[in-house]
């Protein structure tokens, strides 16, 4: 066996989306092996075949896309965190795939129920303990650009300061190079909502709405007596993105920056520390701290709102065999560009990527049906191997040789997959046999 591909074996756990088939496969709930997410119990196929979707703001620079693309990289890319994340195979896109929250993060040992972490913990790093089991959320990435500021308490100003506090404070990785930071910048920065007709720009209800949403809406923005004077508009404004950028005490634990509610329809679980599963909980906790007694027809009303504030529809899309070779051609696009700039340590980390995204679509292609279409993937990328080596050597000349190879390899091993793809793992009837034969 090639050695990149025992590799992905041995750190299973890359996850991309959620996870991958071999960590799938690897089904263990010791925290001492350490070495896999577990999905929540039923969603195992379901995390296999569908992801979240990610939205762009998009930009005609092409310095500007140049940048972007190569943040998109940086966010899977293997080598950015500490020594146990990068063990067991966690990047960025582990936590926040396509920019949104993971909802299906598990990490037994350190997650309380579905997309909470305790990152206060001595795991990835061991100053971090504070000797408790604290887990919190996940938060979703989209639209991040108009939310500071960040981390749940609301402690950092920028990106730039929470993104180098999680590489660095959080999961022990080295401080970032320049460009690899303003990289993963970029990227976040462009990140939208998911697009809602049922809100303009300014955050009110658009005709679309319903007539139940509307009368929520009204109650949302209305000052009520008890609550000094706020609504609960005067936090979640809803021409900033339902949040004030402001850390409050609402009696969940010190201060806590108010959230945005877009994407809140996607489900929950809600508050800084996944206290409760439902909106409709979340959204009787300020009534409740406010003394004031909804009626269920309230209680109603005001949650449809909150659904339709939250609306997030087309939020995920199929795992596709097409998709997952858009991404890697994008990948090899940027690294085209990362040789013409000469960078070889920006060239050396999408590489790594890529190698590890084509490893992924291997995993889909088991068994004796597929040997020509893993032979032509193990082809290719060793053939990208070649370009980061050149590329480290300075031998720009020969790394772009390598790559037009590459390329070509690239076409080949496309046309061999394509002729196989029917019977390969990306079809969730076949991934969902495969897996239940294994763990039986
Ligand atoms: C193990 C899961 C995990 C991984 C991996 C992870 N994050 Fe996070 N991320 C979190 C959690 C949990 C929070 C909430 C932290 C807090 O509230 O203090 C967070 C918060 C953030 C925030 C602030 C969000 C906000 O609204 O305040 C940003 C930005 C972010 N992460 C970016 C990244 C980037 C970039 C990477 C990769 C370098 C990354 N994260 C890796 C779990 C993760
Ligand atoms: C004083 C500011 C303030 C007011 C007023 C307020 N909220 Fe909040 N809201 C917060 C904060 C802060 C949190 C986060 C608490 C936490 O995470 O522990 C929150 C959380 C929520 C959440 C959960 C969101 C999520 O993603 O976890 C919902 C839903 C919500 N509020 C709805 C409402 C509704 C409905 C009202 C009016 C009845 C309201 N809020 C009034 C500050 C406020």
Redesign the pocket.
């Known amino acids: 066996m090639p050695r990149w591909h025992l590799n992905i074996l041995v750190t299973a756990a890359v996850f991309a989306w959620g996870l991958t088939v071999q960590g799938a496969l690897a089904q263990t709930d010791s925290f001492a092996r350490r070495s896999r997410w577990l999905p929540w119990p039923g969603s195992l196929t379901a995390g296999l075949t569908r992801r979240a979707k990610e939205f762009q703001r998009s930009t005609k620079d092409a310095e500007e896309r140049f940048w972007v693309g190569l943040g998109a990289v940086v966010f899977r890319a293997p080598t950015v965190l500490g020594l146990e994340a990068r063990r067991i195979g966690m990047t960025c896109e582990t936590c926040h795939g396509g920019g949104d929250a993971n909802r299906r993060f598990f990490l037994a040992g350190l997650s309380s129920k579905p997309r909470t972490v305790d990152l206060t913990s001595a795991v990835f790093r061991r100053a971090n303990d504070d000797g408790r089991f604290n887990p919190i959320?996940i938060p979703s990435l989209r639209g991040i650009a108009a939310t500071a500021p960040y981390g749940?308490r609301g402690r950092f100003a920028t990106l730039r300061a929470i993104t180098r506090h999680v590489i660095v404070d959080e999961f022990a990785g080295k401080p970032p190079a320049p460009k690899v930071m303003r990289a993963l910048i970029a990227y976040l920065r462009v990140l939208k909502p998911v697009p809602n007709r049922l809100l303009d720009p300014a955050g009110r209800l658009t005709r679309a709405a319903s007539d139940q949403a509307r009368r929520g809406q009204a109650m949302?923005t209305k000052t009520w007596p008890g609550?000094r004077g706020?609504?609960?508009a005067?936090?979640?404004r809803p021409a900033r993105a339902f949040t004030?950028g402001k850390?409050?005490d609402?009696g969940?634990?010190g201060r806590?920056?108010?959230?945005s509610?877009l994407g809140?329809a996607l489900g929950?679980p809600?508050?800084?520390?996944g206290r409760?599963e439902r909106?409709d909980q979340?959204?009787g906790?300020?009534?409740n701290i406010?003394g004031r007694v909804l009626t269920p027809r309230q209680r109603g009303e005001?949650v449809a709102f909150?659904h339709e504030v939250g609306a997030a529809e087309g939020a995920d899309e199929p795992i596709t065999l097409a998709a997952d070779l858009a991404r890697v051609g994008s990948a090899v696009a940027i690294l085209a560009l990362t040789l013409k700039r000469k960078e070889p340590t920006l060239a050396g980390l999408v590489v790594v990527t890529v190698r590890r995204d084509i490893g992924r679509i291997h995993d889909r292609f088991p068994g004796a049906g597929h040997t020509q279409a893993r032979r032509r993937l193990v082809r290719w990328s060793r053939l990208l191997q070649l370009v980061a080596r050149a590329a480290e050597k300075k031998a720009f000349t020969r790394a772009r040789s390598a790559l037009a190879k590459s390329l070509v390899a690239g076409r080949d091993a496309t046309a061999a997959l394509s002729r196989t793809a029917a019977t390969s793992l990306y079809d969730p009837v076949r991934l969902k046999a495969f897996l239940a034969a294994r763990r039986n």
Request: aromatic residues 10%; hydrophobic residues 45%; negative net charge.
């Open positions: 959320r749940h949302f609550a706020r609504s609960c005067s936090c979640h004030d850390a409050h609402v969940t634990g806590i920056e108010t959230p509610l809140a929950g809600f508050m800084h520390d409760f909106l979340a959204a906790h300020y009534a406010a005001l909150l």
